[in-house]
Every structure is written in C-alpha cells, then in structure tokens.
C-alpha cells in the first residue's frame, strides 16, 4: 500500500512514458468487444491493429497489464489519446480524477481488492478513455476484473446492449463500487470482532490491530472520497457524451459511492470509539492490579507490625508472658483483617 | 442496525428489483385511500388493479411489506416509476434521498422506533412517490405507521381535506419527525441517567454504557441529517408539485427536524462530556486507592523497622534492658502515627 | 433547561394551538401602547378589542403569559397571523427563527436570565410580530421585560419616538443582547474563580463544576447562534418593513451578537483549557503521592532488611558480639537513609 | 485582557456616547497635519476648532485619549460623523470591523504591545475614519503610536506624500501589522524556552505556562483574525475612496496579516504540541518512579523475608547451628539480588 | 526553519528593498537564456547589461543569490517591475503566492531539501516573474536548482523549445513538485522506522521524534498548501499569458500537488497514530511494572508476616516447640506462594 513513486526520475519532460507500477505483465491481454442491439462481437488484439470506431456499435478495448509501454503508447497514438493521459495510465499511483480532453472523458479510478491473510486492501489503477462509441480500458493487473461486464453483454439483450458507451462506463464502476461494498463489509465483520475481544479477552495487542485498521480505512477513504468528485461530473449534464436520460444512471451510482462513504466514516467513528475502549479497559486492569496490591498490603503490613512487636528483645514485655498472649494476638490480628475485608466489600474492590 | 446489504449480488445489472431487507410479510396490505373536499373512501387493494389518478381526488396507495416483489413491480408499472426508483424501494439500507423524475418526486425516508429492552433503535425505510394527487407511500414493516393520518383524513375536514397530494406528504414527513422527537426524549432521559450513575454509583460499566449510547445517537445523525436536505427540497419552490403556499409547511418542518438534530448535538456533546467525566472519575478512584495504599505504607513501615531494630540480638542493645523500654518505644511509634495521620489531614487525603 | 417538547401530541394537525410550556400565567396581561413623535398612550388591553392599525402612529401589543391560548388565537386572527406563526408562538421550545410571512415578519427569540442559586441559565421564549406600524411581542413570562423600552418611549422624544416599528424592535433586540452580555460576565467570573481554585484549592469536585458550564455554555450557544441569522435578515435589504437608513442599527447589533459568540468561543476555550488544566493537576497529584510512598519505602525498606539481619538467631553470627555492633548498625543505617535524602533531593523530589 | 463592557448600561439607547474604557487621558492631544506634495503642516488642535477639509491636502486628525467625551462628539459633529459610529469609536471594546457609511470608510482596529513583565499582551483600540482628504484617528491611549508616520511624513517627500489619504491609512494599518509581527516573535521566543524547559528541566508549573501562551494566543488570534476581513475590503475595488493602483498596497498588506495568521496557527500547534510533551513527560517521571519503588521492593522484600525465617524461633531448625550458616544465607541473599540487577538491566529500567 | 523576518524594520516605508534572508552570495551569477525552436543561447549577465525582450524568442534570466539589491533593483527596473514585487522577492519569507500585476505575472514558491544530517527541511524562496517571451527567476541560494531545465533545453528540441514562457514556467514548477515527493519519500520510510521502533524497541525518546516530526510536518504543509492556489490560477484560463492548450499541463501539475499534500495529511495521520500508540505502549509498560511490583508483594509480604509471627518470643508459642514445625511453615508459605502464581498465570500477568 505503498504511495511512492520510486521510478520516476525527477527533472523528466513529463509526457514521458514510463510504467511506474510493480506488478509485471510481460504479455498483457487486450481484448477487444464491439456490440450494439443486434450483434456482440469479442476477440484479443492481435498485435496492434486497432480497429477504427464504427459508426453503430460500441467498441470496447479491455487491457490487462501496463508493462508494455510501446503497446500503450501504440492505442494512446491510434485513438489520438493526450500525452498526459498516457502518461497517467502508466503512472499507476494516481488518485481517482476525470480530466475532459477534448475528443473524449479520461477517468482515472482504483479497484480495491480485500487480502484475508495480511487483513490488508490491494489496490489496482484502472485507467478508463469514453469517446463517441469507444471505450478504453487500461487495467494494471492482468486479473480480469471486467470479465463478469463482458458475459452480461454476451447473454443479455438488456439495457446495456441497447444503451451506448457512456452506459458501458457506468457499468463497469458500479462493478467497482459493488466491490468497495463487499471490503467495508468485511472490515465491519472483524471491527464487530474486536469491539468482542476489547470487552471480554483483552490483551495490549489489540492496540496494533486498532492502529492497523486505522490505516486501512483512511487508506481506503483516500481512494474513495475523490471517486465522488469523478462521478458527479459524469451526473451533471457537463458532458455530450453523457447522455441525459443516463444522468440517472450515474446519479444512482453517486447515491451508492455517497453509502459506501458513510460506512467508512461510521468505520472511523468506531474505531475512534473503540481505542477509547481499548484506553479505558486498560486503565481498568491497572487500577485493578492497584486494588490487589493495596489490598494484600493494607491487610498484612500492619500483621506484620504487630508481630514485629512481639519479636522485641526488652527484657520487660508482659504481653509476653501472658499464657494467652499468642492466642489473643491471633485474635487481634484477624479483626483487623476482617475489618478491612470488610471495608474493601463496602468498597466494591472485592 | 446493520448497514450491509448481505443479499447484493455483485455484478447484477442495476434496476435487477430484489427485496434486500431482512423483514418478511408474506402478504403485504395495500390500503387505498381516495379523498377530496367531499369525499373519503377508504379499501384494500385487491389483487393487482389499481385504479387511474383521479382528477379531482387524492389517490394514496399505501403498502406495508416489500416481500412481494412482483406486487411492487406491477405497482411501479402501472404509475410508470423509473426502474431505478423501484431498485431503491426494494433495497433498503438507502439514506433519505430525493429524487425528481420527470414524472414526480421520489423520497426515501427511515421511520425510527425506540426498542426498549435492547436500548436499541430500530428503522424501517419508507419510500414515497408524489405525483399530481397521487401519493405513493412503501413501508417495509407489515406495522401500519400511517394509520393515525388516515384516521386523520377520515375524521376532520379540516386542511388536509383540501389540501392536494403535497400536503399528505407534509403530514406523513411531519408525523415521522414527531416520532424522532420521542426517541430523542428517551434517549435524554437514558443520558440523565448515565450522567447520574456517574457521579453517584461508578461502575467501570458504565464505559460499555457510554460506548453503545454514541453508536446509537451517531447512527440516528446518519438516518436524520441527510432527511434535511430532503425536506430543503419541498421548502424551496424547486418544483411544481408542492404548491407555494404550501412552501411554509415544509419549511416548519425543515424547522422542526433542524430541532431535532440540535438535540443529537447537544447529546453527542454530552457524551463526550460523559467520557471526560468517566476518565475523569475512574483516575480519580484510581487516585484514591493510591492515597490508601501510600498511607498504610506510610505509617506502617517505619513502625515495622522500629520494632525490627529491638528484635536484633545484639549482645549490648542499652535500650532493651531499660525498664520502660518497651513503653517509650509505644510513645515513639504512637507519636509517628500521629504525626503522620496530621500531615495527611493536612494534604485533605482523609 | 429542558428541550423537550412533552405536551406535543404526535399525530395531532400541525396548526393546532396548544401551549406547550411550563410556565402558568393564569390572566396575563396585555400592554398596549401607541406613539408617535408627538404622541404616547399606554393602556392595558380590556378583555380582546384590539384596535384596527392605525396610519400615522406605531402599535405595540406587548403579551406576557401565554397560558390563555384563546386570547393568543384572539388577537392572532384580528391581525390575521399564519396559523403555523401562532403555533411557533405558543410551542416555547422553539429556536431562534425568522419567518417572512406575506403580510409581515414574524420572529422568535429567547430572553435568557441568571439564575445565581443554580448557577444556572434560565431562557423565556419571546415571539416578534413585526408589520408596518405594529409590533405585537409575546412573552412566555408574566415578568415585565420590556418595561424599560416603554419608559423610555414615554420620556424620551428622542429617536426611538420619531422613528418606526422597525427601530421598535431593534430597541428590543438590543435590551436581550444586553443582557446577554450580563449573562456572560457572570459567566467569566466564575471561570476565572474556577481557574483560582484549579491552581490554589484543587478538589476533585471542580471537575464536575467545569463539566456544569460546560454545558451551559453550550446551551447558551444554542439560544445565541440562531439569533445571528434572524439579525442578518433585519441587517440586509431584504425587507421593505425596515428602512434603509435603519439597516445600519441592525448591522450595529449584529456586531454586538458577534461580540456576544466570541465571549462564548472564549468561554468554550476556557473550559477546555481548563479541563486540561484539571487532569494534568490531577495526575501531577497523583505523581506526587507515588513519590511520597516510593521515598518512605525505599528508606525503610533496606533498613528493615538490615535490622532482619540482625534479628536472625544463627549460632555464629560475628557482629553481634562486638560491643559497638549496634553503634555501626545504627551509622550504615543512618549513612543509607542520608545517602538516600540526598538523592531524592537532586532529583527534585523533596 | 478583559472583554467586559462594565459600563454599558442595559437599555440605554443605542447612540449614548459613554466611554467604557479603563485608560484616563484627561487631556487628550488632537494632532492635526495637513500635506500634500509640496506642503506639510502639523499643529496641536486648540480647543475645539477644526478646519474645513482641504481640496488639495490631505487632512490627519489623530486623537489620543478618548475621556474627554465632548470633544470626540464635537469632531464627530464636525466632520459629521454617524452617531453609531461614535458610540463605537468610546466604545473600546470592539473587535475589529469595517463600515462604509454613506459620507466614508469607519474601522475599527487594535494595537498590540507584548507586556514583557507579565508576559502578556496589552491591546488598545484605534479607530479610523477616512473620506476624501481626510483621515481621523482616535487612539485609546496617549502615547503616540503614530509619531513614526507623521515623522516620515515629514522628513520624505516619497510615494506617502503624494498619494492621497487611502494610502495614509494603509500606512498606519502596515505599521499596527509589523507591530504584531514583533510580538509573535516574541511569543515564539518563549514557546522555543518552554520546549526547551520541557525536555531538559521539566518541572509541573510548566503547565501553568503553557496555559497562559494557550489564553495569550487564542486572545492575539481574536484581535487579528477580524481584521483580515477589514484589510480585504480595502484591497476590493468596494470603495472610490481606495484608488484602483493603491489595491495592490491592501492586498500586500492582506499577505502580510496572513502570513501573522500563519505564525500563530503555528504557535497553536506548537502549544498543543507542548501540551502532548508535557502530559507525556509528566507520565515518563511517573514511570521513573514507579520503577523505582518496584526496583527497591523486588530486592528488599524477598531479602526480608529470607531473613524473617532464621529469625524465627523454632526449636528445630538446623541451618541456625550450622557453622557458616550465616555465610550462606548472605551468598543466597546476594545472588538474588545480583540476579535481579541483572534482570533490571535487561529490561533497560538501571 | 524561522519565520521570523528579523531584519525587518517596523515603520519603515513598503517598497524599501532590503534582503531578509540568511544566505549571503556575494556575487550572484546571473544565466540568461534565450530559445526558440531553432536557437538556444547561454549566457552570464556580465555587469547589469539586460538585454531587450525578443518577440520571437523566450528569455529566461535566473539570478542566484539575493545579496546583492542594486542588481535584483536594476533588473526590476528594467523590466519594469512593481516596487511591492521587488520588496517580495527581497524579503524571502514569504509564503507561496500569485500576484497578476499589469505587466505580468508574479509568483512566490518554495524550494524544500532534506537535510538528512539534522533530519530537517532546508527552504529557499524561488520568485518567478512571467511575461510574453519573458521569464525571471530569482534563487535565494546560489545552488543551481534550474541547472537540468537548462540542459533538457540545450539538448531536445521536443516541447519545451517550441512552447512558449509559459511551459518554461511549468516545467520549474513541475521540477519542484517532483523535490516534494522525494522529501515525503524520505519522511514516509523515517515515520516507518519510528512505527518499528515504538512496536519493538520502545524507549522514551521516541516521543521527542513523533514531536520533531509533527513540526516537520506541519512545516512543509504551510509551504506546499499556498502552492495549490497559485498552480489553480495558472490552470484555469484567468490571464492571456498561458495559452488555452497549456492549462492541461498546469492542471495535471496541480494533481500532482493534490497527491503531494494527500501524502502530507497521511503522514499527519500516521503520526497522531504514531503518538496514540506511544501513549498506548507507554501505558502498557507502566502496568508491567505496576504488575511486577504487585506479584512481588503478593507474594512476599504474606510470607514475612507468617515468619514474624514464629519470630515472636512468647513464652507459650506450641508450634516452635513441635519438631516439624519449621518443616511444616515452609510447607503453608510454600502452598501460599504457589496458588498465587497459578492465580496470576490465570490472569495471565506472568
């Protein structure tokens, strides 16, 4: 979940294209979809021939893996994409944004994907190019996450085959807004476990699970939180390319992202909420140790006085010499004890 | 209380209509009233027939139970509700919303009941659709909330006899808004009682109180300050449905609920005030146990070194042989205590 | 300092008149005055003829006691007052508001007064009815607020004779921010007291002293912070019932409120700084017992070892037979108690 | 540091002219200069006779000293200054603020002095008045803030001589605005001893201090922050009494008071900053000493005990008759107490 | 990292030119550089020799060191500078900001290093003045920053050369951004190293750390926060000087700047993280020593007492007389101790 941007060398005319991501695809796939009502075409792009945009069916290119640069560059060139925007493809650290350029709307977003083992969120830059009847997508993993969008084109005839690109883009991010839905669903589930562990099995180790959660959710809000900013251009009639009877469409979207955000502030809140917990349980147990301690000192520190006393050596010392005397000073020695008792009940320490 | 939407399914194209709440009323009732001026009829839906939008009557559908997806469908249908409006009703962890399609407005509110064996609030989402005298209202609970207005309807001729469709709207917002109040009520209540028990009974559980009291007022803030934006849009003269001189209604409601979420502030307030004083009083026991401990040490240990330095058995040990010895060491460890037990006097630790 | 509303009848009609506040005034009374530059007459209203408005001179019904709704619904319907305005007035747990109605402008406002035995803020809700030449104020108390603006109108000929019902209610806006002003100086001598105590006379109980103000200062913020909005509507152009060249007075008392919420940001501040200041004297109380009992036992402790050394009964234990055995003990005793002062004294702790 | 109005009467119309101030100046000096270009004439004003404003000078009345009530409202006659207007100029509690009267510009500002004895800040109010060809001045204190100007004034025949009077009063505002730059370095100056203080001499009356800059900051920060919005009117074209080509002074100006806004956002953080150190400090020695007490107890007491049973005095108990049984128990005594140094260590606690 | 502006005198007139800064260069070098698509020169202002600007050509002058006045004063005249841009750039603590005067635009920013010695940020203003064909640069420190612009001028031919001042002026900025994000890189792994530290190798000091960084911090956001405003007024089409085609690279510039101070607000979070779990962890040691102490005592305390009690010399005391009576007593102190270590496993303290 690192920020960084190791690779890129300062001073460079930016437009240089350098992927600047870790993950390696020596082969990325790019499949290729055309479609409209009647027909639904789907192939890999063999090579770099691109096709020109048809007039009737939407086109859609689907590229998994960034490694190859001279590929991107080669669609960048062919679709006439703005040097800036190539560059932002392959500069996989980029936040969510929407840039209109003037032949088509550039959108940057992050697919998020929950990894159980290290309780940590792997994110992914997808690139996404609308024009008139195209639509481009540059995925950073060679995971294909679109692959579900693709079979729903293939065997419905439903509103997404008749509809144009721009219902096509819509598709794919309420793909990944699902997706932001199922994580913060699974962060729930284990934020309800260790409000559980706080208050019935506390251990000081829960402190680092706090402070881990903490991280990731204000990791994710980074990621979401300008996604919003991203869709209300597409919901406001800004855009041609946006039709205005999908504005709906992409209203409902924002509606969804606006869900997922407040999940993630009620996820701070507890959290908030729970190192409040965490200080106050322990806090407790400290001062639970305190009582143990004043209590086994209270009682045997003035026992152990008394019995001091009569471990002097003066030669006049009647209690001493008292028949009882041993007795009697057992007798003492418990009322005191019991008083005590007695005090820390009425206390409520005991 | 759960904000999940478990039944979800990823991918599924959006307007697919599936009932996502946890709720089951296998036959819901569909209570249609039609009233104006003169008249007031009043019957449950049959079937599936609903009858055209009079002209001169407000026709109000109301349905208890979202079980029936089919029922919803047809309803949607047959009034021509956007597809998107009828996946809203269906799906029912939506925050309050407002929606304007072409042909009316669409609400999504939450109805808040106060559940007092768990301390819990329970709610209930309540969709609305308001068109030309017609007034849609979806309840997910089988429970008839809205009985009282059409017990109201029925009874008076008063202004919301000849009131239109606008205003039946106003009155069911409004007697939501009312209920919010009750709750609100309870909860103050509950926080006197908080506050109380911390300054008269501690319990270090009253920690686990506190927590549970924020997580509640935090998720009545989520269901209440988005119904603000709602009600802002019927006060404004944004659309021709609610009539100008009905604009002062809305207003005052928007008053009433601006009410509602200074009580939430104010208890947020008081319960973070509530934490500092938990703290606050939980060093302060902390404290006290410190104070005992240090003065049973105080006194106690140097007494117990005192009658240590008698039991030596040193061949000449001058003080042993005296007669009065053992009395005048009483004095000594007497004076000490006492010494001792003014200073803390002093210092106010007892 | 309640804001409840526990005679509001969920369900009932909005528009329906019901008084909702504590306070009984079984006959109020009514002050009716008229004047203008030349000519001042004040009467007490007879049973309900109120008298048609008259043209050349300024009206102002002053009510004190709202326990006779008829009377209220009376004089509401002679001066044709929206319904919703008469119920604001009589449902006193209303905030801060602002209503421009067709024929006039109608106001709510709170009078707040110091209860010194409670330590407490004791607020009275006041309702303005403001129209060309009337001024009609409703207050919630039979106690004569305003009497003091009444003198001076009858012994003055001074701007506030020749100028209109605008000036009227900007007189009595000023009196309330006046006496805000008063409330807060109290205010701030006890805070300043409260400091004292902190610093000087630190007992556990101020903790519970700052928790009280603050939440009367946080209540006094709720009565204040709506009115500077209702001052800003006066203060802008937006009305033709206040003349131009009077903005410049509600602008002035503007100016004056904001005074008023920064006294109140200050206090708030305070208060903070001041709980602040309490924990940190807290826990420096705390340090000092814990020093006082580790510098007890760390003497004691090793000397009582010693002298347990010497209490053993071994067969051959050599010191004990010299004849200044009890002599040296006493000096490595004596050497390791100063040996110890010295320390704790380097170390600041004495 | 006071914010009280102790002299404001509650319900006195508004237009009294009283001042409220704690500052006597018996006989106040009025400096009347009057320069152009070519010209520059300076005089004490005598008695009450003020000149009509000149077309080709400008003229500077500065008043220091506000008891002499009659002569303020004889100038404010004069020059026909708004009767409110007045009232504020006595009135020496004002935050700062910016009128435009319909015959000028009125402002209110402060001065600021850092008290070096008691490390406080003295502020005094200044108010201005400015129309074409004429600034009047009224300083709350008879020293002469202003000398520096009226001695530049003097001496150059530069840019301040040929500008007209909106440049005078960014003049004087520039030189109230370096003012509070000295005193900010200043307070940083102490800030930077007590951090030092805290990390290599901490003591718990440095909570006291911090304290003190907390209410010395939060106090500068009221006087400042107004007056942002004060200098941003200037730097707008709002007003022909600014000429378009001095905005740029204003808004050089305006960059300054951000930067002074800048500086004590800084010193806010940095108290806060401080407040963090110290609790955690405090908490360090609290430690240390708790340390300690364990270090000594976990020696000693195990020590005593072992003791203890060869002091007892059973009948049988062979280790007493053993002839170097006194030998052993030391051996036995000191390597538990070398084992636990050892242990001690380890634990980074010696 | 002073803010201070020391040399400041307070009433001094504005426009007097004197340079605030620490950093003397006694001879600044001053490069002039001219290009086009087809020429580029280099040269060193010899004297103060400036040369006319040419129309097809851009000229770039980049003075290095502020010592010398006369020469920042004659190149402002020459090009005809406001006298209030030349204090600006003299007075090198300003804070990052945009000033369109009539004949260009003016702009203050900030170089940062990281000095890795004192693990400290090192800033330097840059001033940059833009006019048509026309860029100056003014460096406080006599480094070269610019030195690789120059050579990536020299040596392509690609964008830079054919674009006009306006790109020369983005790909300064460009350059300085890219220094943010290698000194957020350094300060990103130094927040890592400090997290490592507090989880596994915790001593006290580390708070001064999470202290040092939090001033770092908050240091550098007060430098790159002004920034954002300056790049959004060069982004959108506020001023002729940049060309509508090159407000898309100031746009991505400031995404870039968006990214940078996203770093900053999680490295701001991650610090109050950082200090939460130093105060969790040193809580946690506290109570390690608190337990130690306790089951020390708990143990022991019991046992000394039980021996004080067969040290007594009563003269009837049977248990010292019986022959496994000392066999017996290490038997109960035995049992005593060993159910206290099974009840402190049982809490799991040991």
């Known amino acids: 979940m690192s920020h960084r941007k190791k690779k890129r060398k300062t001073g460079l005319p930016s437009g240089s294209l350098i992927y600047t991501g870790d993950i390696i695809v020596e082969n990325p796939d790019v499949t290729v979809v055309q479609y409209n009502e009647s027909i639904f075409q789907q192939s890999l792009l063999k090579g770099v021939e691109c096709k020109p945009i048809a007039e009737d069916k939407v086109s859609w290119y ?25 560059e932002d493809i392959l500069n996989t650290t980029q936040r969510p944004k929407w840039e209109d350029y003037p032949n088509g709307i550039f959108v940057i977003v992050r697919a998020l994907r929950f990894d159980v083992d290290n309780q940590d969120v792997i994110h992914e830059q997808i690139a996404i190019f609308l024009r008139k009847n195209l639509v481009l997508t540059f995925q950073e993993d060679a995971e294909d996450l679109f692959k579900i969008i693709r079979e729903r084109l293939m065997k419905t005839q439903g509103v997404i085959r008749y509809k144009g690109a721009d219902y096509l883009v819509y598709a794919l991010l309420d793909l990944l807004v699902d997706q932001y839905f199922e994580i913060l669903d699974q962060v729930d589930d284990k934020l309800e476990k260790l409000e559980t562990q706080i208050l019935t099995n506390f251990t000081p180790s829960v402190r680092n699970r706090i402070y881990h ?97 009569y471990g002097t050596n003066f030669d006049v010392l009647p209690e001493l010499h008292h028949p009882k005397g041993y007795f009697y000073m057992w007798v003492v020695m418990g009322s005191i004890a019991v008083l005590q008792l007695i005090y820390f009940r009425w206390k409520k320490w005991l």
């Open 62 to 86: 689907d590229m998994r893996g960034l490694t190859n640069v001279t590929l991107v560059e080669h669609i960048g060139k062919f679709f006439n994409i703005h040097p800036l925007a190539l």
């Open 213 to 309: 959660y903490k991280r990731l959710v204000s990791e994710i809000r980074r990621v979401i939180l300008p996604l919003r900013d991203v869709i209300i251009h597409f919901s406001r009639e800004e855009t041609k390319l946006v039709e205005t009877a999908d504005n709906f469409y992409f209203r409902d979207l924002h509606d969804h992202l606006s869900r997922v955000v407040e999940m993630l502030d009620n996820q701070r809140d507890t959290l908030n909420n729970l190192n409040d917990l965490y200080h106050a349980e322990q806090s407790n147990r400290a001062n639970y140790v305190m009582k143990l301690l004043t209590i086994v000192s209270a009682i045997f520190i003035p026992l152990t006085f008394i019995v001091g006393v």
